[in-house]
């Protein structure tokens, strides 16, 4: 189990780090958390290639785990903030958990292929989850939460859509492009990991 506890501890930091900053925003569109939550994947990628499957589901129960305790903790008992709270939790462990899944499947492929692909199918489920459930126009939408299914450009660009949609676009976007730039981090690390397993 200390073989693991770097990843459940990087997984739990993630995790607060995103909860903490999701509350900021870069732009009208995106959050600080956008930016630190993606790396989620990346250490249940590391995990998954280094310890194998059973571990990088340790390291996602541990991390939901904790996400849990810090949306309870700052929810309280307001409906919307629960809400958010049960789509942020459902969005995680479902996403990572089929991350695990397809990153299996594909782990004797080339290097790439396994992180690539596992990252992209997880983070495409986790922003779909996520504002699905706690933001659709099938839901209503809180002013007091700071988001709303107001009408606005998408993107600033765009048709009108409703706010959530250009906030899911945007979230989309940076795990995109964040799953492309975690290659080079996750090659690095994995065969630090893996060389010093052998050494030891």
């Excluded at 309870?72 to 307001?78: F, P, S, V, W």
């Amino acid at each position: 189990m200390t073989r693991f506890l770097p990843g459940i501890l990087a997984m739990a930091a993630i995790v607060v780090a995103s909860n903490i900053l999701v509350q900021f925003t870069v732009a009208t569109w995106l959050t600080w958390g956008a930016f630190t939550y993606p790396l989620a994947f990346l250490v249940t990628d590391v995990m998954n290639r280094v310890h194998g499957p059973a571990a990088a589901r340790r390291v996602v129960l541990a991390g939901f785990v904790t996400g849990v305790a810090c949306s309870l903790i700052a929810a309280g008992l307001d409906a919307t903030t629960l809400r958010i709270a049960l789509a942020s939790g459902t969005a995680f462990l479902v996403a990572q958990l089929v991350d695990v899944a397809v990153f299996d499947r594909l782990r004797n492929g080339q290097w790439w292929r396994a992180p690539l692909a596992s990252t992209l199918i997880g983070s495409a489920l986790d922003t779909a989850l996520f504002f699905g459930i706690a933001f659709s126009a099938l839901l209503p939408a809180d002013i007091n939460t700071g988001w709303s299914n107001e009408a606005v450009p998408l993107l600033g660009q765009g048709p009108q859509s409703p706010l959530w949609v250009s906030l899911a676009l945007a979230d989309w976007l940076v795990k995109l492009g964040l799953a492309i730039l975690a290659l080079v981090p996750f090659r690095i690390i994995v065969r630090k990991l893996l060389r010093s397993g052998t050494e030891s």
